[in-house]
């Protein structure tokens, strides 16, 4: 196995664990030394020709070169090189989370990959993990500055009268707990949208480095906005709240998504 990202913050922790989870029930996991099947997380890092997309498909090269089945998982994917295009025509399998990254694979690289739902989705939640009561508020969480390349917190504007969470202060059951009860949530976080959907909370989605959350919904067929800025989230939330029912019909989607096994 390789791609934890556990230590960013309790959504990849829950990935992690969760892909663990699943290859144990059929495979001895090794942490080094030989195997004979490697899994790569890509998770939210195989696009733009990233240095962890870089570190990665050099994992998966050399796994090939030395005649082992490899495999890229629970990935993004997007505006990344032709220079591992011979890579990936050879792995065993490759399983995005979104529409936008098969297409992207499909129409740029000739690749045929296999659609499955972040594995955050299926980490169970321990209903006995200590939580906070958001009693019915509005939460939201950071964003992410394109022009920059880095994460803000909103200090000024409508936005800052919101109650503010940081995913880095929780545990995945701690965190999908609390969500239960807020009212919705404002993010910009593709793991924020996903322990909301676990919540069965409705949410605000703002764009982040990549098209995970737009791709997600795009693959749902729901018209669930992704805004490029938080300066119409407050808007967009009114709409959110009347539409609260095709949020309830877009996480039943969810469900109905097949699972990703190995």
């Not at 050099?58 to 090939?64: D, G, P, S």
């Not at 990344?80 to 295009?85: E, F, K, L, S, T």
């Not at 309830?248 to 998504?257: G, I, R, S, T, Y």
Request: with cysteine.
């Amino acid at each position: 196995m390789a791609g934890d990202h556990s230590a960013y913050h309790c959504g990849s922790a829950a990935v992690f664990s969760t892909l663990r989870r699943l290859l144990e029930v059929d495979h001895d996991i090794v942490e080094e030394g030989d195997f004979d099947v490697l899994y790569v997380n890509g998770e939210g890092s195989m696009h733009h020709d990233s240095g962890q997309f870089t570190k990665k498909m050099e994992l998966l090269k050399a796994a090939i070169e030395n005649g082992k089945k490899a495999y890229l998982v629970n990935s993004v994917w997007q505006e990344n090189g032709h220079q591992y295009d011979g890579v990936l025509a050879r792995l065993s399998g490759i399983t995005v989370r979104e529409l936008a990254s098969q297409q992207e694979l499909a129409t740029r690289h000739g690749i045929t990959a296999t659609m499955a739902l972040d594995l955050s989705y299926y980490a169970p939640i321990d209903e006995d993990a200590s939580h906070q009561d958001w009693r019915g508020q509005v939460m939201i969480t950071d964003f992410y500055a394109r022009d920059f390349g880095f994460w803000y917190r909103v200090n000024s504007g409508p936005l800052t009268a919101r109650s503010y969470v940081d995913m880095r202060d929780y545990g995945w059951s701690a965190f999908v707990r609390s969500l239960r009860t807020c009212r919705a949530i404002i993010t910009g976080r593709h793991h924020a949208v996903y322990a909301a959907c676990v919540a069965r909370k409705p949410f605000v989605t703002i764009a982040g480095s990549t098209h995970k959350v737009s791709g997600l919904i795009a693959a749902s067929g729901f018209p669930i906005p992704t805004l490029s800025s938080p300066r119409d989230a407050n808007e967009t939330l009114r709409w959110t709240m009347a539409n609260r029912a095709m949020f309830q019909e877009f996480f039943h989607w969810m469900d109905e998504v097949p699972r990703w096994r190995p």
